[in-house]
């Protein structure tokens, strides 16, 4: 299966909110509720930020908020802070029952 | 505290087996409530699903490296692990092991991740 598309990049300064897409068809996104969205700092693991579309994991920071249209989710982060600097990976259930990713986002706080 | 951590060769060569080990602490995979999976970041890119293992043995791999995957699972010793044959140098990344909350992604803990090189 094709990795999802996310923008390559994207940026924003402090207090600010951005949104990160993640776009895939109706076999994955588009036909299941189940994507989730990574925080990743360099040299760190990922970071499970949203599951299930638009749940957030015990912890994390009501500022990270997700959802879908169609066949494309967003994540959106509002007040955007210096920490939220990262790459930001999206991941989708597929019909045939294996997990996608996208190819990630790099998120610069100016 | 649930914790993952890899341990494994980080140089393999080519056309050998690569395997690798994930233990797992404050959690029992007999639990049978999640599923335990494996994922690569290769050089500079993005993330790649490998497959996972639920505690009683059935597994689900990636179709593109499934010819090539076994995730095995030993309850006893609270441990699963991966083995990739016929390696290349393209299947040099970042593997990690983590935990799927439910088959369908949303892994909540994640090991540290171990480096593996193919090079002769």
């Known amino acids: 299966q094709s990795a999802l598309t996310q923008p390559a990049s994207v940026s924003g300064s402090p207090g600010q909110s951005i949104t990160i897409s993640c776009t895939g068809t109706s076999s994955d996104i588009g036909g299941h509720n189940y994507v989730s969205w990574y925080q990743q700092h360099p040299g760190k693991a990922p970071k499970l930020m949203i599951y299930d579309v638009s749940k957030r994991p015990s912890g994390v920071s009501n500022r990270f908020s997700g959802s879908k249209s169609g066949n494309t989710a967003s994540l959106t982060i509002s007040g955007l802070q210096p920490e939220d600097e990262a790459d930001y990976y999206c991941s989708s259930y597929t019909s045939n029952g294996a997990l996608v990713f996208g190819g990630g986002t790099e998120l610069t706080v100016l | ?120």
Do not use: M
Not at chain 2, 6 to 15: N, Q
Not at chain 2, 60 to 76: A, F, G, H, Q
């Open chain 2, 1 to 120: 505290q649930v914790q993952l951590q890899e341990s494994g060769p980080g140089l393999v060569k080519p056309s050998q087996t690569l395997s690798l080990t994930c233990t797992v602490s404050g959690d029992s995979i007999s639990s049978g409530t999640y599923y335990w999976t494996w994922i690569r970041q290769l050089p500079g890119k993005g993330l790649e699903w490998i497959g996972y293992i639920y505690y009683n043995g059935r597994t689900y791999y990636n179709p593109s490296l499934k010819s090539r995957v076994t995730i095995l699972v030993d309850t006893s010793k609270n441990q699963f692990s991966l083995n990739l044959s016929s390696v290349t140098a393209a299947d040099t990344a970042v593997y990690f092991c983590a935990r799927d909350r439910d088959g369908y992604g949303g892994f909540d803990y994640w090991g540290q991740g171990t480096l593996v090189t193919v090079s002769s």
